[in-house]
């Protein structure tokens, strides 16, 4: 089964309401989605063009390449249609795969009983050709194979990336109320930020958004920090594609930029985990970190965007500070950040009336499953203008 030759379904999938930004990803690298939904982007392509989308994409979840798509209205059905598939030229029987599901369907009552279905349909095709059985379990560092099966209608896909892409891999201590990575990436492109000009993170907490505007401005993609994918563990992989695709996103990152980016947060023990996760990203000498008042943040002359993720109110902090502390913000910008675009992430609407600044811009996200808004001020100088170019 030359899967790593052959031209499939792929389905790249990501948290809802980022298929907009990973649309933008896919097109860049000059892929064409045959079609774009809340949580994902379709479109055709080999396993081997699965590596250079796992290496490049930074708002993506999972990359899965179809198998087979067949009928299937109950569990046995399932397991006859899978038992099929040659699956002694996918996995090694010396191998570990893991099974993961979406599935909808009037006889199962737990995604497990398909796991299982497949699992078995899986081992027993190959124990009939090797007579060995592969070891499987929940890791999803192996061969991972993934079922979608909704009524009667199944898709049966490699997962190649295995273990998510949403998580870049750098951020070795969370910090408080961490926001994801893929989720950090696509507001700052939701931005229009142009890569070029000042990027300011006051309240910056563990620096993810610091972090990954460093690493949008130097091309440095998330392949760079991993070494471990799905599709290694598929039968016919050649190491030296992925080295080769390795090797083109090292020559393409940039070292130095020739702008600011900032990032400050009152708490020292928050700063010097954001710190340290920028030297895993390597992107520690691009970003000037302080220990500061978010009021304090230094705010260059030379405009561009400036970016709060404060608190919700859900989980941390106190209401009513809150709405203090969101006034402030909103003063901190009309007096502080004339010239610049500002940006405030939020979960809390009531909060977010207290910036006392009327919003361009409302950009919908979510923040696991907390409905969330990127709000867009444009703080002009003076009379109102034309927003700037970069």
């Known amino acids: 089964m030359q899967v790593f030759h052959t031209e499939s379904k792929i389905i790249i999938t990501c948290n809802k309401r980022l298929s907009t930004y990973l649309q933008q990803e896919v097109e860049e690298l000059g892929f ?3 079609r774009v939904f809340p949580t994902g982007v379709e479109l055709l392509g080999t396993v081997t063009d699965c590596i250079a989308l796992n290496l ?11 198998i087979k798509s067949f009928k299937a209205d109950d569990p046995k059905q399932l397991y006859d249609n899978l038992v099929e598939i040659e699956w002694e030229k996918l996995i090694d029987f010396t191998g570990y795969f893991s099974v993961t ?21 899986i081992a027993d095709r190959i124990k009939s050709v090797k007579e060995l059985r592969p070891n499987s379990g929940a890791d999803a560092n192996k061969t991972v194979i993934h079922l979608y099966w909704q009524d009667s209608e199944a898709d ?3 997962d190649t990336s295995g273990e998510t892409l949403a998580k870049h891999s750098y951020r070795k201590i969370p910090g408080k109320a961490p926001m994801l990575e893929a989720l950090a990436t696509s507001t700052i492109m939701a931005t229009h930020w142009g890569r070029k000009s ?6 910056c907490g563990s620096g993810t958004l610091a972090i990954e505007a460093a690493l949008l401005a130097t091309d440095k993609c998330p392949g760079l920090f991993r070494m471990n994918y799905g599709f290694m563990h598929i039968m016919g992989y050649d190491e030296t594609v992925f080295f080769t ?8 990152a940039k070292k130095e930029t020739g702008f600011k980016i900032i990032a400050t947060d009152i708490s020292a023990d928050a700063v010097d985990i954001a710190q340290k996760n920028a030297k895993t990203a390597g992107v520690e000498h691009l970003i000037d970190f302080s220990v500061c008042d978010f009021a304090d943040t230094e705010v260059p002359e030379e405009p561009g965007v400036i970016m709060f993720n404060p608190e919700y109110g859900e989980r941390l902090g106190v209401h009513t500070k809150l709405e203090a502390t969101y006034k402030r913000i909103g003063d901190f910008m009309k007096k502080d950040c004339l010239g610049y675009r500002g940006y405030v992430f939020t979960g809390n609407p009531d909060l977010a009336k207290k910036i006392g600044l009327k919003a361009a811009r409302k950009m919908e996200f979510y923040n696991g499953k907390l409905d969330c808004r990127l709000l ?4 002009y100088e003076g009379t109102k203008r034309e927003p700037r170019e970069e």
Do not use: G, W
């Open 198 to 203: 000042t990027f300011i993170n006051p309240m």
């Open 156 to 158: 049966i896909f490699i």
């Open 376 to 379: 867009e001020y444009e703080l």
């Open 245 to 252: 695709e390795r090797r083109k996103l090292k020559d393409k």
């Open 101 to 121: 599901s979406n599935v909808n369907n009037e006889h199962i009552l737990t995604p497990l009983f398909a796991n299982v279905k497949v699992k078995d349909a």
């Open 32 to 34: 064409t989605p045959v």
């Open 56 to 66: 490049n994409l930074r708002c993506a979840s999972q990359v899965l390449y179809l």
